[in-house]
Structure formats: C-alpha cells, structure tokens
C-alpha cells in the first residue's frame, strides 16, 4: 500500500491531542520526523502512540525538511509560523497540511498560494467545520436548491470567558489577532462555503478590548493570571457584503457579558432558512401548504478534523479532487485584514 511519508510539526493542544492520534493510527500515512522546539514533546509523541524509538526528532523544522525529506509536512504550530514553513516545505516541492488560519495576514496566504502553485504542490488549511455532519446535511441541502436564493445570514462564536491561557494567541505579532483570526476563521469559512463561495466585495466593522485591562479574571479554564501580554482584542463585530448582493453579519468572543458560550451560523434564503447549531443539528425553518414548518433532518455522519486530514492524505494519495483551495483561503483571510483596518479607520473598507 501506498503511504504518505509525513513530517509533523508542533505538539500542542492541536498537534498533540488532534493530529498525532489521526496521523498514528492511519494505516496510509507514516510518520517519518517530529518537530518542536520543546523537544520533550516529541518525545511524548513517540511514547504516546507507540512510534518507532528512532523516529528522528528535530527542534528545527529546516533541518528536519531538509534531513527526512517527506511527502508531507503537517503544521500545526502558533499561526506566525504557518506561512514561514509552509512555504519553506512548498519550495523544497513538499506537500503542506497547516493549521487554520491559513497565515497571519494575507500577504503570508499568498506567499503560501504562489509557493503551492510554483511547486504544483497541495496546500491543504484546516476547515473542521466543514467535516461535521449537519455542516455536510446544511451544503447538500443548500446546493440542491432547498432554501432558494441565499440573501443573507449571521454567524458568530461568543465565549463569556474565554481568554487564551498561552501567550503566542494574545500577541498581535504571533497570532495575527484575537478571537476573529481564533474563532472567526472557523463560522465565516464555514458560512461563505455554505454560501456557495460568493465574492467579499467590502466590509466594516469594530473590535474592542475591554477584558484585557482587568486580567486576570474568571476564566473558562482557569483563575490564574495566564498571560502576560495582551495586544488584541476581545470582541470583533462586523458585517460582508458579497458580489451577489448577499450580506453575512458576524460576531466572535474571547469574553463578553453574555449567558453562555455558543456558536452558530444562520443563512436564509427564499424558499427556507437554515441554523447550524452548536451541538451538531440542523434546523430548516420554510412553509409548506400555507403552515409555518420547521424541519430537523437526520444529519449525515462527520468526522470534523480528522476527515480534514484524511481529505489531504487521499488529495496526495488518490488525486482526490481538494475541498479547500488557497484561494479561498486568500479571500477568507483578506476579509479578516478588511475587517481589522475598518475596525481602526472608523470606515467601510473595499475589497
Ligand atoms: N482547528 C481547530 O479546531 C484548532 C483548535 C485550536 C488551535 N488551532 C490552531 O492550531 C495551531 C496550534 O494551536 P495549539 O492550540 O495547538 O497551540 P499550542 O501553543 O498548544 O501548541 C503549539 C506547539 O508548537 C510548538 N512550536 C512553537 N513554535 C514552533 C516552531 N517554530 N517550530 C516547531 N514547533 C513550534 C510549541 O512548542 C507547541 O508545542 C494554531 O495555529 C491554532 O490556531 C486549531
């Protein structure tokens, strides 16, 4: 059987706990290196899924590249490093898996989009949410014409608490931003693709940061005073028009003062509106016969981020034709740059 020589990079919360049990029990992918800069991690790796006791380890993702030469690198580092080795890995003709958001900024994405072009290489960025089941039930429904026109909707992800416990995610510099880099990424991706990929044509928005001055505070995690520097924000409001005449508001929290956590999506079309919910359901709200009717389909099965990642060892593998392509990527993280300057300019900003 073929398989799919992967270098993996960086064993945190996603790479340790997400990646590495998909990666170590996938009978068509071998991992040939581990890389972190805490090295200890890679040794974790090694003794937690039972790989080979000589599994090179590097604290160096160059070298590593340069030493393993695999097919593949998955990425799964804070996001300022996402561009810096991918395209490293994309011009030495490397396949990439990274970790959403695709880059910091979208002068990043589209180094990464050009170095994925030049090489003819995959560049493939997490989008979970499109592998869950209701999102799978919500784009069939949407595609076959069940809702009609999409005209509008709302997404949003709001943590009452839930500031970052690592520095790296509250540094403008190594995050790229807040919750709307964090959070947003994932329901506006998830909203625009349900959408059917339409055009952002312009955006406006704000953002605050009215939590960080009075930190530490209650936390969804913990009460200790966890990070020591804190330069972006809390909250970001905004709204999209899109090419099509379609709008998209949207909503994303670290900490508000709200009832609880939630996150939604909520697109409505002509002939019926849909909700994504939270815990996995779908609601379609039409009419039928003169009656108001709400629908709640069975969901088909989804695998989140592990049929992500499975999506780019079959793209390597089989030619499977890619779900996501960097240009989508481009768009999605041009909107979050868009919304960032109007947040400080005061004013609209076109596309
Ligand atoms: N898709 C999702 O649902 C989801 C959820 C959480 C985080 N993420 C993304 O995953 C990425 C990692 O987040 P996390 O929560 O695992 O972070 P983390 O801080 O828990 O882990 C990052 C790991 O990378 C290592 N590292 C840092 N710089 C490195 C470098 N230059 N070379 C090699 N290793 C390096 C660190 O030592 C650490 O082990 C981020 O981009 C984040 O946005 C995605």
Known sequence: MKKLRIACI???TMGGDVHMPFH???ERVEIVGLCDIR????????RDFNLPADTPIFTDYKEMIDTVKPDAVDIATPNKYHSIIACYALERGIHVFCEKPDAINAVEVKKMKD?????GKVLMVMRNNRYYGNSKT??????DGGAGEIYCGRCGWLRRRGLPDRDWFSTKEESGGGPLIDLGVHMIDLSIWLMGNPKPVSVSACTYSKFTDKYPRINMWTKEPIVSKFDVEDLAIGFIRFDNGACLQLEFSWASNIEEEHRFVELRGDKAGIRWNDNGTLDIF??????LVDLHPECVEGHGHHEALQHFVDIVLDGREPDYVPEQGLNMVKILDAIYESARTGHEVLL
């Open 10 to 12: 960086g064993f945190g």
């Open 24 to 26: 170590a029990k996938n």
């Open 39 to 46: 090295i200890e991690r890679c040794h974790d790796m090694i």
């Open 115 to 119: 170095a994925s072009e030049a090489a």
């Open 138 to 143: 919500a784009k069939k429904f949407l595609q």
């Open 286 to 291: 039409t009419e039928k016969n003169n009656e």
